[in-house]
C-alpha cells in the first residue's frame, strides 16, 4: 500500500488523484510542517524538510516533490494516462510548475526563510513582487502550455492535475481569468472531471466546482 503524507488545501490533492487513476491502494497519513503531531513527527523523519506531498512506496521508496511523484506513477503506472500526450511537453510543464510557480508560493507564504528578522515592509514588498512574477508565469504557461492538459481519453493528464491545484494559490486563477480567460475555462474543466473535482472538493470546499 502507498502511504501519503499531506493535509487538505496543499498539494497533496494532486497525488489523491493521480493514485486513484492508478487504481492503487493507498492512505493518507495527516501531516504537514506548519502541523503538530504523531504525523508530522513521522514525515520528519523520512523527509527532514518536511515538505508535502512525501510519498512511500509499497517498496518503501520515499518519494518527494510532486512533479517527480507524478512522473514516477505516470511511468509505473501506464494505464493511468497520466502522461499521456506530448510526454516531452509534458514533462517540461511539470519542471516549470515546480520551478516557477510552486516555488514562488513558497516565498510568498514564508518570507522569513528568505530575510530572517527583516521588517514588515521589506517582507510586503518581497512577497508583493513574487506573487506580480507568479502571476506572469501562470501567463507564459498559458501561453505555451494550453494544449497539453488532457490525454488522449480527454482525462487530465499529470499537467493538467498540477497545473489546476497550484493555480489555485495566491489569486492565480483571477490572474488568468482576467487576462488568458480561455485558458482559465481549460482549467474550469479539469475541476470539472470526476475524478478531479470530489478530491478539489474536500480540500477546497468553498471553491466548488469552477
Known amino acids: 500500500m502507498y502511504t501519503l503524507y499531506g493535509t487538505d ?32 513527527e513521522a ?3 523520512i523527509n527532514p524538510l518536511k515538505q508535502i506531498p512525501t510519498l512511500v512506496t509499497p517498496d518503501g521508496q520515499v518519494l518527494t516533490e510532486s512533479a517527480a511523484i507524478l512522473i514516477h506513477l505516470g511511468l509505473e503506472f501506464p494505464d493511468s494516462q497520466l502522461l499521456s500526450g506530448d510526454r516531452a511537453q509534458i514533462l517540461r510543464g511539470l519542471v516549470y510548475i515546480a520551478a ?12 522569513q526563510r528568505w530575510l530572517g528578522d ?14 506580480r512574477y507568479l502571476h506572469q508565469a501562470w501567463i507564459a504557461f498559458a501561453d505555451q502550455f494550453a494544449e497539453q492538459l488532457f490525454a488522449s481519453n480527454n482525462q487530465p493528464n499529470a499537467l493538467g492535475i498540477m497545473a489546476a491545484a ?11 481569468q482576467a487576462t488568458r480567460p480561455g485558458f482559465a475555462q481549460t482549467l474550469a474543466q479539469v475541476d470539472a472531471d470526476p475524478v ?15
Open 43 to 45: 514525515l520528519a523523519r
Open 100 to 111: 516557477n510557480c510552486y516555488s514562488s508560493i513558497g516565498i510568498i507564504d514564508y518570507p
Open 118 to 131: 527583516a521588517d514588515e515592509a521589506v517582507k510586503t514588498q518581497l512577497t508583493t513582487g513574487t506573487r
Open 166 to 176: 497550484v493555480s489555485r494559490w495566491d489569486a492565480a486563477r483571477e490572474a488568468l
Open 196 to 210: 478531479v473535482a470530489p478530491v478539489f472538493a474536500r480540500h477546497w470546499p468553498e471553491w466548488g466546482v469552477s
Open 9 to 40: 488545501e496543499s498539494g497533496s490533492c494532486m497525488i489523491e488523484i493521480a493514485l486513484q487513476r492508478c487504481g492503487v491502494p493507498w492512505h493518507r497519513v495527516d501531516a504537514s510542517s506548519w502541523q503538530e503531531g504523531e504525523g508530522s
